[in-house]
Every structure is written in C-alpha cells, then in structure tokens.
C-alpha cells in the first residue's frame, strides 16, 4: 500500500514540474506573483513599526520561494 501512495506522489511531482513553465507564463500566475509582491511590501511596512510574527515569517519565506519560482520558470 506504501508503495502505491509513493508512486502516485512521486508521478505527481514529476507532472507538477513538468508544467510548471506552462504554468508561470499564465495570467493567473503572474497575478499571483504581483499580489504576493504587494503583500510582502506591505509587511514589510508594518514591521518598521513592530517585530514581525512567527507565521508572517514563515508567508514572507513560502511568498518568495512561490514568485522566484514563477520568475525562474517565465
């Protein structure tokens, strides 16, 4: 059973990164990646005026990884 489960994440990764590039080049993509950018900014804002919290780390961390990938893949 193990097994099963395994190959299926493993073709979906594999399908995942096979269509990213023709995911990247979408509007929705490009969307995604101004409004991921705006609310960074944002952030980045507020926190001048206080310490950031732990989940808007972890955001700002996978918001970046997503609009370097979509970047990368354009």
Same mark, same amino acid.
């Given at each position: 059973?193990?097994?099963?489960?395994?190959?299926?994440?493993?073709?979906?990764?594999?399908?995942?990164?096979?269509?990213? /590039?023709?995911?990247a080049r979408t509007a929705v993509a490009?969307?995604?990646?101004?409004?991921?950018?705006?609310?960074?900014?944002?952030?980045?804002?507020?926190?001048?005026?206080?310490? /950031?919290?732990?989940?808007?780390?972890?955001f700002v961390r996978i918001a970046r990884a997503i609009v370097?990938?979509?970047?990368?893949?354009?």
């Amino acid at each position: 059973m193990n097994s099963k489960i395994l190959a299926i994440v493993v073709l979906a990764t594999v399908l995942a990164v096979a269509l990213l /590039p023709l995911i990247a080049r979408t509007a929705v993509a490009q969307n995604l990646r101004e409004d991921l950018t705006r609310i960074e900014e944002d952030l980045a804002e507020d926190w001048a005026d206080r310490a /950031p919290r732990l989940e808007e780390l972890i955001f700002v961390r996978i918001a970046r990884a997503i609009v370097f990938l979509i970047d990368l893949m354009d």
